[in-house]
């Protein structure tokens, strides 16, 4: 029946979500008696063309299903099949608990090529055997919280929903996403699970198949307004300016009917909220709203508003969704350090910063930020507040460093106003915020 | 606690992945008494235009699971809290069934832009409520396959083996990947919950790290080569052409050592297994085969495999993981039917083709394809077999129309061959491969 319920994965199961080799490996220390500490570092070496800044998120929640991860009986039976595996190593890992540490950044926060977002410091078959499902559960969030603040970021101000699950990449991108889209600020989903379980305002209209699956437009309208008194309705099924003086029709007819917006999903969007808009007003209804949807990114919004569309809220799917522009990062979790050694592999053209680390964000003294220090960890640096904090210490999670997630949002709204224009703007091309080495970093770097 | 174990989608929690609108829609047609049937059809307007073909892959999976959709209690009582329904519409979801029919091709079908994957037929209250899952299963499989399978092609029979769990959207899109790479041809993935559960072979070979970690490289070769025989090494941590040295080295002292190929993972991956090649063949080790690995997509493969670059087998992660150059597809399900007659959106520059349908593939004697057919359900046509096959009648899952997913594989790469070349072709473009409408067909559409 396993085949029939695929879109589980039971607590016990999660740790065999890994690639083979960090098994075989683990298996290898194991039997080599490689019990010493090493660190890996979690951070990307470019920022995609299309983006000015990531925004790291999922990391806090990965270090919490780190720290909790075990290999369940049937997890172990099925690894003992494979035949790569021997028994005894099989009991270790039935035994198997993460006693580490994790540093990471605050959920939100702004980050840079070359930055670590998260480190872990552990025996080093303990460390190698997180890589795969780390950098998968924060790949996804990073990934679509950094396309989702640029929609934010161009709607100025203005509400922007999430219609995108639809188009997501499976369940788990569905549920977890709305918990990046929490994060970059959106509005709200459409998402019931997502938004329930993330927390954050679940939105709904009505689709064109409601329309026509009655027999006219007129009678589909009256009768979803009836049921959802304050409801948005759809008015492009068949022509949207005609959909918007049915709207006003039933209104004049039934004073009592109350809709609170109409959304437009096909057309020229400008010309046709500005139409439907004038039509509002004239018949006195300035108080309904006009949404907007239909396979918007951050550069139609822009080029709407700044065209002096009167959209008040925005609802995007598709292209948010799998963040189409860039829907991959090329995160990298190395070892830098091991046995109290600094470790780095040679790359031609790549920067391989060694030793666990720490980021500092310096600031004037109106609080904008002026540049980020990458430094080792136990450097003294005259930069301010270190922003890697330490959220699981001998294999236990702080509950109270862990609750910096939950102000996700705000950090993200903060922290972006701090920051140069240049890092905001949606054009493609870089931002001239300086991102530099500590002394002690740099002088190790060029010595290893 | 919820939010602590956020990778689990309960059964019966399943139902709440969708969009709001799905259940204030279905709460309406219930208030209104709608109980019609309704026909959806599944399908995508435009083909990306990095594609020729897309496979369709998922939609008997995700007839399955929708055949078995359930509203648990404590889905129910959320959606109470919503505070948008009534308590006898939530006694009716506590106890929906599907009741309806879905039509499926079979998994691993090429489809074209219009093509039906799945039509359902049901009351309309129960077809609506399926929409945003259907299309969030459907894609992620069709999507990752699609691309899968240029992979495949470009290699030329070399096995092609996935790596990209780390970089994937999520746990689902992981697990459940492995099951599109199954059919798209994959001979293996790195992936163990995914290759286990979808029983696709499970590779591995090491890392960086493990060299890192060992105080010199050929201490790491020689101890991982103890520990796997036949293992693959990995060879580029300092320097590609010193690490072959290494390994022959290794085999020249200890030749019991079994060694069956070495993997290059940077730098100019023609050139150096070629210089790999030579010295393995000096060596007398023409048996050890290379595998390469690297930000390698389809084009890359083919790029190097034109310039005669002797490798073997190839890796493949970040580009595949999330079909980077189409990583969404405009699905579309579509209401085209209700109550018995034809139900259509008028859309500028669209075409949307109304009724219950069925898709026929066209061959010549010698058994190519030469043109497919979009007809009428219910027509009387004369082009072979129909493509679209019912696997869910009555509410009930047809166990063996659903073994037609075990063979998707084979059907990939039998159906690939008979299609002619223009589709197989890598390069952007369209094939001219013809997609016609039946001539009923034909005529409704212009009517509507």
Redesign the interface.
């Known amino acids: 029946m396993?085949?029939?319920?695929?879109?589980?994965?039971?607590?016990g199961?999660?740790a065999?979500?890994?690639?083979?080799?960090?098994?075989?490996?683990t298996?290898?220390?194991w039997?080599?008696e490689?019990h010493e500490w090493?660190t890996?570092s979690l951070f990307f070496r470019k920022m995609p063309p299309t983006r000015r800044f990531m925004l790291a998120c999922g990391q806090q929640?990965a270090a919490?299903?780190l720290s909790r991860l075990r290999f369940g009986d049937e997890a172990l039976s099925?690894?003992a099949d494979?035949g790569?595996f021997d028994q005894g190593f099989l009991d270790w890992l039935g035994n198997w608990r993460f006693e580490g540490d994790i540093w990471t950044l605050p959920e939100g926060t702004p980050v840079f090529a070359n930055e670590p977002l998260l480190e872990v410091d552990a025996p080093?078959a303990q460390a190698?055997l997180l890589?795969?499902l780390v950098?998968?559960?924060v790949?996804?969030e990073t990934?679509l919280a950094s396309k989702a603040v640029r929609l934010v970021l161009a709607a100025q101000g203005r509400p922007v929903v999430d219609?995108g699950?639809?188009?997501?990449?499976?369940?788990?991108?569905?549920?977890?996403?709305v918990?990046a889209y929490r994060s970059a600020g959106l509005a709200g989903t459409?998402?019931?699970?997502?938004?329930?379980?993330?927390d954050l305002a679940?939105?709904?209209?009505?689709?064109?198949?409601?329309i026509?699956?009655h027999d006219d437009e007129t009678e589909a309208f009256r009768?979803?307004a009836r049921?959802?008194p304050g409801t948005t309705l759809l008015v492009d099924?068949?022509?949207t300016l005609e959909g918007v003086r049915k709207v006003i029709e039933i209104m004049r007819e039934e004073p009592e009917v109350d809709v609170k917006s109409i959304r437009l999903d096909?057309?020229d969007l400008g010309k046709l909220a500005k139409g439907a808009r004038a039509l509002l007003d004239e018949a006195g209804h300035d108080d309904i709203t006009i949404v907007a949807s239909s396979g918007l990114d951050e550069h139609k919004i822009a080029a709407l508003l700044e065209d002096g569309a009167p959209i008040d809220a925005f609802g995007v799917g598709?292209?948010m969704?799998?963040?189409?522009d860039a829907?991959?990062i090329?995160?990298s979790y190395?070892?830098v350090e091991?046995a109290g050694t600094p470790?780095?592999?040679?790359?031609?053209g790549k920067i391989n910063l060694p030793c666990r680390k720490q980021l500092y964000r310096r600031q004037d003294e109106s609080g904008r930020y002026i540049g980020d220090i990458i430094a080792l960890r136990d450097e003294e640096i005259d930069a301010g507040e270190p922003l890697l904090r330490q959220l699981v210490q001998g294999g236990r999670l702080d509950e109270k460093a862990m609750a910096l997630a939950e102000d996700a949002r705000e950090r993200v709204t903060d922290a972006l106003d701090r920051f140069p224009e240049s890092v905001r703007r949606l054009a493609e091309g870089e931002s001239d915020y300086p991102v530099e080495l500590s002394p002690e970093l740099e002088r190790l770097q060029s010595k290893t």
Chains 1, 2 share one sequence.
């Open positions: 396993k085949e029939s319920l695929p879109l589980q994965v039971e607590d199961e999660l065999l979500l890994t690639d083979l080799y960090q098994l075989t490996m298996q290898a220390y039997k080599e490689m090493a890996f929640h919490e299903l099925r690894l494979t790569q080093i190698q890589e795969s950098m998968n559960l790949q996804l990934v219609f699950m639809r188009r997501m990449h499976g369940v788990d991108a569905a549920v977890r996403g918990r459409s998402n019931v699970l997502g938004g329930l379980r993330h679940i939105n709904g209209t009505m689709a064109h198949s409601y026509l699956a009768a979803f049921h959802y099924t068949h022509d096909s057309g598709t292209q969704g799998v963040a189409a829907p991959v090329d995160l190395k070892l091991y470790r780095v592999k040679h790359s031609p």
